[in-house]
């Protein structure tokens, strides 16, 4: 347990590195294109101003991240039915968030009486009448699908209502927003692309001598608005490891290769998927596209999983970083939650959440197999 432990921290502080360079390398791409830098050299002053900037705009980062995910955290009363507070607590036991409820009956005596004033606030049950309990100054009272976007960060499609989504998108992000994201996945999978051809020329020769196969993979993805497009993958399983039809990963899984596992940790087998990123077809902040068996699947099977199909599909997205690799329809479930919380919120403040979010995920191996 300490040696795990020990990895863990050390790994931060390599995500912790790794993000100063990344915000020292942009920064420094600004400070080349300011005017008053003769000849576009960064002399020393220079220099310390850019570290000094990263640093300070990871530290902001991180204070504005605290501040909006710690915001709900603690104790919160359930009235309404007791049905519903039993759902919402086998949603809530999805998650490793720190998110207390006790149940309150609407119907019992003196229910003024019987509230905590430490709490965080009350969810009010869908079903039940409106009621008015000022318990305390500024008391947060929230809706169940309130409750989950604002707490949990997700909205469970069963408790959505088309009109939910598409009233609240910004106007904003409609238009510039659309424009600087594209602008965006553009410049920055050009620059993965032009720093990672090394690492993928070694990767595809290790790929080569294992066991003799094709380096890469392709597979027919569903794209925005049900559109059918091709992704390109480096190989990570083994020769006609799906020749039965299309399946989802499992746990140990043998058709996977000996690299392949690890290349699945890093990710890097999704490097070559930036090629459909720069065509347009994908983003790099998204819902992951599916395979359309399994998008005909799941439409059958979820509420409103067509409404993860009104925006492109991303190279990582709010759900790759939240939850592990999806391999059932209940996954399925709990990824839509969170991509719908994406489409709904959707924001250049978001994607940067999330890009950063992904390079820890990344350099920590988390969520890369399934439960």
Not at 18 to 35: A, R, V
Not at 144 to 155: A, D, G, P, S, T
Not at 320 to 332: H, L, T
Request: with cysteine; hydrophobic share 40%; net charge positive.
């Amino acid at each position: 347990y300490k040696n795990k432990q020990f990895y863990k921290l050390i790994l931060e502080d390599i995500y912790r590195i790794l993000l100063t360079i990344i915000f020292i390398f942009f920064i420094s791409f600004i400070f080349l294109s300011i005017p008053r830098v003769t000849n576009n050299i960064i002399n020393l002053n220079d220099l310390f101003y850019v570290i000094f900037l990263s640093i300070l705009i990871q530290f902001i980062y991180h204070f504005l991240l605290k501040l909006k995910t710690d915001k709900y955290r603690g104790k919160w009363i359930f009235i309404g039915s007791y049905e519903n507070y039993l759902e919402i607590k086998e949603k809530i036991n999805t998650q490793n968030k720190v998110v207390k409820i006790q149940f309150l009956d609407i119907n019992c005596k003196d229910l003024k009486q019987n509230l905590d004033t430490s709490i965080e606030g009350i969810i009010k049950d869908h079903s039940n009448v409106n009621f008015d309990i000022s318990y305390k100054k500024n008391s947060n009272i929230l809706g169940i699908r309130e409750w989950f976007e604002q707490v949990l960060h997700k909205i469970p499609s069963d408790y959505l209502v088309d009109s939910y989504i598409n009233s609240h998108n910004h106007i904003f992000f409609i238009s510039c927003g659309k424009i600087i994201k594209r602008l965006g996945d553009i410049l920055i999978s050009l620059l993965i692309v032009i720093f990672s051809i090394p690492l993928m020329i070694m990767v595809s020769l290790i790929i080569k001598l294992e066991d003799g196969g094709p380096i890469f993979y392709s597979q027919i993805r569903t794209g925005k608005n049900g559109k059918l497009f091709k992704i390109t993958k480096l190989r990570t399983m083994k020769i006609n490891a799906e020749k039965n039809g299309a399946q989802w990963a499992q746990t140990n899984d043998k058709r996977i290769t000996k690299i392949g596992k690890i290349i699945r940790i890093s990710r890097v087998d999704e490097l070559p998927q930036l090629i459909s990123v720069l065509k347009g077809e994908m983003s790099l902040i998204g819902p992951r596209p599916e395979r359309p068996e399994i998008d005909n699947l799941l439409k059958k099977e979820i509420q409103h999983y067509d409404m993860r199909l009104s925006v492109k599909p991303g190279l990582s997205g709010w759900a790759q970083v939240n939850y592990p690799y999806g391999a059932s329809i209940n996954d399925s479930r709990e990824k839509l939650s969170y991509d719908l919380y994406y489409i709904k919120n959707q924001s250049i403040f978001l994607d940067l959440l999330i890009f950063i979010k992904t390079i820890k995920v990344v350099l920590t191996g988390n969520g890369s197999v399934p439960n």
